[in-house]
């Protein structure tokens, strides 16, 4: 049934934020930021580049000694050094200034540290010695492989991808996991952005004691939906506003970025994954919002009314803790424990629906009861907005409420 | 909806056609039977039964406390009620019924970070205007009351008397059918006392319905066609305020003199003052024989005048034992609160 005036309110709502410089300002204050910090690391990325290249290239006049016999004399003749006869006189001559550099190969490479000894170019240029060190190795070892592709698998350089299989599919791994997950992180970006709003928006009709001339043109459920469906459609504003630099950003600066080349072609979307992690999304926003609302009609002032949004925040994040127990073991008794109480069961229930651990029946159950007390939990929220609203100085007891709602 | 109204705003001295209903004068525009209201243990109204009748302007008295703003919630469907009736034009009101009610609640405000006509015109959409309807008219009214140059700022720029405009605005936007004005001119000083008494009065020539909370006596002596007098959560008195005059108050009986005035089984005094009495006649005696006592016990009077009681004498008389402090020789126009 088409409820009266809730366009109206959606429009009023949606509209009022966007018009607010506040919003906008805190809003692009995340995408500056996160153009801040890329732009940083692009400009780090590529002096780094470009000093190691610039080491790489540097000749570096230096003497060396090789207890393990795999330098090649031609090669580090080549990087333009010498061997040294005695490594004490070759240190002293670092010292003194006689010689640029001295590196010293011991006899097990891959157990002992090559030490490089040189004069103290500052933190940044010091590394040119151990970068040149390196080089001459490598170099030498390719020499004697004699083979640049057994070089590469000898370094491994090369890729494997994992098939794997879960109840005679192919299932996702990594790949599988990320499509559901997107589901908690919008949940995550949903309760920080906008649930302090939440809260302030039902406070506002009361601190500015509008509630009765309201009431009076529409009931307080359209309201409510209407604020919460206006703050949805301003989370996907703000969502798009935040996106947009971190696309940005992996479409022309993925390499200086050091970003991984994800091909999404190759993403695994399973479709009962996707409708369970909604599912979990909407009952799980269903009942956070209907607790801040409530929670907005019982206190008088904002003020307050944080104090709850302080719990509700720590709720949220309290999952995270036993995040490596989710991972290796979803059966453990405080993983259980997290997926079934309603306030943390969103977001612990969304993480395991997307490692696949989530059983049918356990995702049935915790969409179910999330759903339901969302529900009561709304019902409760309207309840306590039409009485509590209109006590306007007052903190109004649940008593009190049930009281006026019994008549 | 809103034409008849921008049309009396614009010409507010000019006679407004009252609006046609096309329901008998018979059936009462709000209807209260045998309503009852209980919070919990506490009974705030036990018993309250009245009618409004289309066009009338009808005055909601009572002591602070006594229940008015809850029988109003509840006439409005803010609250429950425990048992009775309430209805507005025969059905309990709904939110639906929105765009035929002003109500200004003894509680006010808007929101109060955004723009006036932002307001107004969101209220008026609420009320079932149209976008471009609303902010027409709120953009008239605002010129009206000498805020058209205040249109697009915050309403929390505004001073209170200016916001109060406003919402009064919000108020009548919408040409109600009832009005239900809860302590109408509470707060407001006396140019914007005017300028509301002029608008109430352009409702009711109108053809609007005006329910009024006040503890203000000569406005309801002023306005007030019916009254009905509420205490201990039932009627005290219910009628004309001339019908409850003679209901409740019998002859008032008020003097200059000098002496002492004798007791009397035929009179009570409720004022004395230096050289100034008012006595109220108990019983059916004739005015004459309470100035032959007078007399007789060596008063000697000035000035001898019998009427009836004014509101606010029986206000006082009503409600009097609820509020000890108040003597009958503090009392003034205003009651109450």
Redesign the interface.
């Known amino acids: 049934m088409a409820r009266h005036n809730l366009g109206t309110v959606v429009s009023f709502e949606v509209t009022r934020t966007l018009k607010k410089k506040q919003f906008w300002l805190t809003t692009l204050l995340v995408p500056v930021v996160i153009g801040i910090v890329i732009a940083l690391i692009v400009l780090s990325n590529t002096a780094t580049d470009s000093k190691v290249d610039s080491q790489k290239d540097a000749t570096l006049r230096f003497t060396y000694s090789d207890a393990s016999g795999y330098i090649d004399p031609a090669i580090a003749t080549a990087f333009g050094g010498t061997l040294a006869t005695d490594p004490d006189q070759a240190i002293a001559d670092v010292k003194s200034g006689q010689s640029a550099a001295y590196f010293s190969y011991p006899a097990q490479p891959t157990k002992e540290a090559t030490t490089a000894y040189g004069a103290d170019l500052g933190i940044f240029d010091n590394g040119k010695y151990s970068s040149v060190a390196t080089q001459l190795m490598v170099a030498s070892a390719q020499e004697k492989i004699g083979d640049p592709t057994l070089t590469g698998l000898a370094r491994g350089s090369f890729q494997v991808d994992a098939v794997t299989y879960k109840d005679g599919a192919v299932s996702g791994g990594i790949l599988g996991a990320i499509a559901p997950l997107l589901f908690l992180l919008i949940f995550y970006v949903v309760i920080v952005m906008l649930g302090n709003q939440m809260l302030t928006s039902t406070l506002e009709e009361k601190e500015n004691r509008v509630t009765e001339m309201i009431l009076t043109t529409l009931n307080p459920t359209t309201l409510i939906m209407g604020k919460i469906i206006s703050l949805f459609i301003i989370g996907i504003v703000q969502m798009l506003v935040f996106i947009l630099p971190v696309l940005f950003g992996y479409l022309f600066f993925r390499t200086s970025l050091s970003l991984p080349d994800v091909d999404f072609s190759q993403l695994i979307v399973n479709p009962g994954q996707m409708v369970v992690g909604a599912l979990l999304l909407i009952g799980g926003f269903t009942l956070f919002m209907g607790t801040l609302v409530a929670a907005g009609a019982i206190m008088p002032t904002a003020k307050e009314a944080s104090q709850v949004f302080g719990i509700v925040m720590a709720l949220v994040f309290v999952p995270l803790y036993a995040v490596s127990l989710v991972v290796s073991d979803p059966h453990a008794l405080i993983v259980q424990l997290f997926t079934f109480f309603p306030y943390s069961a969103p977001v612990t229930a969304m993480l395991r629906n997307g490692l696949g651990s989530l059983s049918p029946l356990e995702s049935g159950i915790v969409i179910a009861e999330l759903f339901i007390l969302g529900g009561i939990v709304l019902r409760l929220a309207v309840q306590l907005f039409r009485y509590g609203s209109v006590e306007y100085t007052k903190r109004v007891s649940l008593r009190t409420v049930f009281a006026r709602s019994r008549g | 909806m809103a034409s008849s109204l921008l049309s009396s705003l614009d010409k507010p001295d000019q006679q407004v056609v009252p609006r046609k209903d096309p329901r008998q004068d018979s059936e009462p525009l709000v209807h209260i039977s045998n309503f009852r ?4 243990r506490t009974t705030v109204i036990r018993d309250l039964s009245f009618d409004i009748n289309r066009g009338e302007t009808f005055g909601f008295l009572g002591s602070n406390g006594s229940g008015k703003t809850t029988t109003i ?1 509840a006439l ?8 009775g009736l309430l209805h507005i034009n025969g059905k309990p ?4 019924d ?2 035929t ?1 002003g ?1 200004l ?1 003894e ?6 970070k ?1 723009s006036v006509i ?1 307001v107004m015109t ?2 008026g ?3 079932g205007l149209s976008r471009s309807a609303a902010h027409a008219w709120s953009l008239q009214y605002l010129e009206r009351v000498a805020l058209g140059d205040k249109a697009k700022l915050r309403l929390d720029k505004l001073s209170g008397g200016q916001q109060q405009k406003v919402q009064l605005g ?2 009548i936007m919408n040409d109600p059918e009832l009005l239900i004005l809860d302590e109408p001119t509470k707060g407001f000083d006396p140019v914007n006392r005017k300028l509301l008494m002029d608008i109430i009065e352009d409702q009711k020539r109108a053809g609007a319905t005006v329910l009024m909370v006040t503890h203000q006596m000569e406005e309801v002596e002023r306005l007030c066609d019916r009254i009905v007098l509420l205490k201990n959560g039932t009627v005290e008195a219910y009628g004309t305020v001339e019908d409850v005059q003679e209901q409740y108050g019998g002859t008032v009986v008020r003097i200059r003199y000098t002496g002492d005035i004798p007791e009397s089984p035929h009179f009570t005094v409720t004022l004395r003052e230096s050289s100034y009495a008012e006595l109220t006649v108990t019983g059916p005696i004739d005015e004459a024989v309470i100035l032959r006592e007078l007399m007789d016990a060596g008063v000697t009077v000035r000035e001898f005048t019998a009427g009836r009681p004014s509101l606010d004498d029986i206000f006082v008389a009503v409600y009097g034992d609820q509020n000890p402090g108040a003597t009958a020789g503090e009392r003034t126009g205003t009651a109450g609160e």
């Not at chain 2, 009101?93 to 639906?96: G, H």
């Not at chain 2, 509680?107 to 109060?112: A, D, M, V």
């Open positions: 209201m209980d919070f919990g919630r409005l469907g803010i609250y429950q009620p425990t048992a009101f709904s939110p639906e929105g765009g009610l109500y609640p509680e006010r405000g808007l929101y109060k955004e932002d969101y209220f959409r609420l009320k919000v108020t």
